[in-house]
Each structure stands twice: as C-alpha cells, then as structure tokens.
C-alpha cells in the first residue's frame, strides 16, 4: 500500500521518554495494592495491556513519582532476550528498569498508533542492542532510533483497524475472567457441601510432560497448542484428547490452563492424567489455580515447577455428590473460556499478519 508523507523521526520526538526504576529495598511499605508495577514478565507477545503481578503502594508510587506513567504510555522492553516487547497502559503504572517508555505528544502522536508503531518496530529495536552477556538498547539509543511516522489522519486510520481487533480481545479477557469468577464461587459451594478428605496431589493425577513442538515444524491446522503462558499457536493433530488439564513447567512456571477441545502440549508443560474415577477435571483445574504453584518454582537460572512438588502437595477434596454437581455448573463456564481463548488467539494472529503491511518496511 502507498506510504505517502511518512517521516523518519526519532521515538524522543514523539514524547517524553522515561526509564523504569525499581523501589529499593530499605523503603517499607513500598509494594501494596494502588499502582501497577510493570515487568517485562507483565507483558505478553500479542496483548495490548500487561497484567502487573505486583503493584505499588500509594507511598511507594510517590517516591517513584518521577517514573509514574499515564494511561496511554507505550512500555518497550529493552534489556534482556525479549528487547522490543511491548504494551499500552491503561491506567497510572510504574515499571521496572528493563523498560522505557514513551509518554506520547498528542499534538505529534496518537498513543494507540503509538503502541503499534513501536511493537512493529520492536524486531529492528532488538537487533540494535548492544552488548554480549546482557544485551540492551540504553535510553540514548531508544531517544535516537528512527521510526516512521505518518500524519495523524493516516494514525487514526491504522490504529482503528488494529485497535478493533485488540478490543475484541480485550472483550473476550472480561468475560473470561467474569466466568472464571462464577466457576471458582461453585468450588466453593462445593466445599462448603460436606466434609472433604485430603489427598496429595500425586494420588489423584499423573503429571506427563508435553512434546516439543517448535513453530516451524506446525502444520495449518485448528488444535490449539499450549505453552507455559497459555495457546501459543495450531496445529494439525492433537497429543492429547481433551477436556485437559496444562500446568506450566518452565518460563511461567505454575500457571494453570484449561483446553476443552484435544490440544499439544509443547515441552515447557505438564498435561494433567487423572489417576482415580469420580474427580472431576473441572474440580481439579481450579482447585491447582488456587495452590498459588508459581510458589513452588525452583531458585534456578531458569525457574521451574519440579513435577514432585506438584505431587506431593495436599488439597481437600469435597463429596463425591458435590463434585459431581461442580462439574456439571463449572462446565459449561469452562468450556466459554475455552472458546475465548481460541478466538482471542485467531484474533491476534490476524492482528500480526495485517500489522507489516499497514507501515512502509525497513
């Protein structure tokens, strides 16, 4: 498509740049339940907004008023293997020193196209970084990069046709998220049902470890496959038949997904294999969400949930009645969520295949 009146401008030309800092150790009360805190962990391939899984205290937010961002600042890491990850707030957030972000000059700038310029940028941003052990791109070099801007008309323009697409997705994570709520409120009308015996974890499943199934080797298919981090991509045939259960082995170690349909699981996941009749994959699923497994991970280079911890760890299982009733409500709430998930990938895979060829290349 034609490109007219595009110019090359460096990102400090299109607002206010501003590194992250971490709150130090000696100031208590720091952390608390006011302002997102930010990380390049926070930041998903593909999601517009980061989910933060710390937050800042009032006073914490204060001491760190000089790096408070507004709603509508795009957040690009740029220290470590993912340099050119981004996200757009939508609401005050601070983040962490990995990430500098941009304050947007409306008169300059729009801050949605903003957020698309950047994370299309955000491969040629990567391969400027300098460094061997730690590879960075400094506030200095982020400042200088060129990045092409058209005028503001041509922004909206772009901006409305991704934005419409990241809405979409951002619609399906409310309503997944309303669902998940009403299925974790029957599990616990379920345990107020009747006494509940304890059991390991071990004694009810078998945790089996996924296939490695790297992008290039993935035929055009619909089987959804399932990363530590939830549906990474498709397939042609399935490893296993669902409903299942995903529990995250390495990178986001202890997370938890539910796949209605038959999916793969790549090698960075545990699928779940009942080990007994009469509990429920439903029961299971959101019981193992409320272990807190992300507490479990090992202290190495790379943090990782050791399948004998998982084991070993004790949960309360209710009636057999109430488990039976469990399954039968959470079910459907479930299989919603299931849905959405593949829906939302489909949507952000079409977000990536259109992105490129709405900006000039190079």
């Known amino acids: 498509m034609p490109h007219g009146q595009w110019l090359q401008v460096p990102i400090g030309d299109l607002g206010r740049v501003v590194t992250g800092a971490t709150p130090r150790s000696a100031w208590d009360g720091a952390w608390g339940d006011d302002v997102d805190f930010i990380t390049p962990r926070d930041q998903r391939a593909g999601y517009r907004t980061a989910t933060a899984r710390r937050r800042l205290s009032a006073g914490g937010a204060a001491r760190l008023a000089g790096r408070l961002l507004p709603a509508g600042t795009t957040c690009v890491t ?6 050119g990850k981004t996200s757009l707030t939508s609401q005050p957030a601070v983040t962490n020193q990995q990430i500098n972000s941009v304050v947007p000059d409306q008169q300059v700038v729009r801050a949605p196209f903003l957020y698309y310029l950047l994370t299309v940028c955000g491969p040629r941003l990567a391969q400027a970084a300098s460094g061997s052990a730690a590879r960075i791109v400094n506030k200095r070099q982020f400042e200088r990069f060129p990045v092409p801007v058209p005028p ?24 997944s998220a309303t669902a998940l709520d009403l299925a974790d409120a029957l599990l616990d009308q379920a345990m107020a049902a009747g006494q509940a015996r304890s059991c390991r974890v071990g004694d009810l499943v078998s945790l089996r470890y996924g296939r490695a199934l790297p992008a290039v080797a993935r035929a055009p298919g619909s089987v959804p496959v399932y990363g530590s981090g939830g549906i990474v991509g498709s397939h042609d045939r399935a ?49 193992l969400r409320r272990m807190g497994l992300p507490s479990l991970r090992g202290d190495s280079a790379v943090p990782g949930l050791a399948r004998s911890s998982l084991a070993t760890s004790v949960i309360r299982v209710p009636p057999l009645s109430a488990l039976r009733d469990l399954a039968q409500a959470a079910g459907g709430l479930l299989s919603l969520r299931a849905a959405l998930a593949i829906e939302s990938a489909q949507l952000i895979s079409m977000r990536a295949a259109l992105l490129p060829g709405l900006f000039p290349a190079g």
């Open 152 to 175: 503001l008309a041509e922004q909206d323009r772009i901006a409305g046709i991704l934005g419409a697409l990241d809405d979409k997705v951002a619609a399906n994570g409310a309503t």
């Open 239 to 287: 490893l296993v038949t669902g409903p299942g259960i995903v529990v995250g082995r390495k990178g986001a170690a202890g997370t938890v997904h539910w796949s209605q349909r038959d999916f793969w699981p790549i090698d960075t996941v545990f699928y779940v294999v009942p080990a007994v009749t009469g509990v429920p994959l439903e029961f299971l699923f959101l019981t």
């Open 78 to 83: 740029c220290i470590g293997e993912t340099i």
